[in-house]
């Protein structure tokens, strides 16, 4: 009688292995989910705010102002207006940097509810949509940035924040496909 309670919670212990196995997969899974969009969301708001998209020895300019080196000291000025800076299209970088940003926020908020608040197989398709927005508005402000801005200068060369938008375009990018890849896996 022993040997046979014994044999059948070695049984059950087995059993329940694989769905051990398989929640720890899973948070595993979250969590590595939850440090690349914190890691895209890092990278979104230091490409938009930092000042470096274009460099030089003395000019270091990003999408809201100018720094000029001069006599040892940088300087803050505005940006220069006319053909080199069109307006509209500075404020189209402006808006979808910032929007990146947003959208990238309220996703990861809205992953952390979801997570709480509803069934498998609609948990992570707000959070998806969020993502791709914030994919799409980064992608829009550098190609913008990229097509209209310092094509004729000669001196200088991208800084590490137009790098960093374009690296935070595909952590956003691969964050978005992740989340609609585990709501059709958890549905």
Known sequence: MFVLCQ????ISVRDSQ?????????????AAIFALHIIGIILLLVAT??????????????????????NGMWNYTDLPT???????YLQAVQASSVLACIFSILGIFVFVAQLFTLNKGQR?????VFQALACLSIMIAASIYTD????????????????????????????AVIYFVLRKKTA
């Open 49 to 70: 705010i930092d000042n470096a998209w274009w460099v030089t020895e003395t000019l270091s300019t990003d999408v809201w102002a100018r720094w000029i080196y001069i």
């Open 18 to 30: 694989p769905a051990i196995k398989r929640a720890a997969i899973m948070l595993i899974l979250l």
């Open 148 to 175: 209209r801005f310092h094509l004729d200068e000669s001196i200088g060369s991208y800084g590490h924040c137009y790098i960093l938008a374009w690296i935070s375009f595909a952590l956003t990018f691969i964050s």
């Open 124 to 128: 992570f398709t707000i959070s998806g």
């Open 82 to 88: 006319g053909s080199h800076y069109p307006q509209d």
């Open 7 to 10: 044999a059948e919670s070695e």
